[in-house]
């Protein structure tokens, strides 16, 4: 009989839930500051098909237009 391993319990399993949950602490925050702009908001699917470094990118320039439009009130 053939004995089947829980995913989390694999290496495969475990690189997957960290990405996920990577990938969830960056989309939060990116669906956030674009609702505060009054921005289109990105869909979550859309956003987890990028990379995490572009994630990254794509936060720190809604962080900057934030601080920007603080400055400016």
């Given at each position: 009989m053939v004995q089947l391993i829980p995913l989390d319990q694999t290496t495969a399993g475990k690189q997957i839930?960290?990405?996920g949950f990577n990938l969830g602490k960056l989309?939060?925050?990116i669906r956030l500051a674009q609702?505060?702009?009054?921005?289109?908001?990105?869909?979550k699917e859309e956003l987890a098909k990028?990379?995490?470094?572009?994630?990254k990118a794509i936060l720190a320039q809604l962080e900057a237009q934030l601080?920007?439009?603080?400055?400016l009130q």
């Open positions: 839930y960290e990405r989309i939060g925050p609702q505060l702009l009054k921005q289109p908001l990105s869909t990028r990379t995490e470094e572009e994630l601080e920007a439009s603080l400055k």
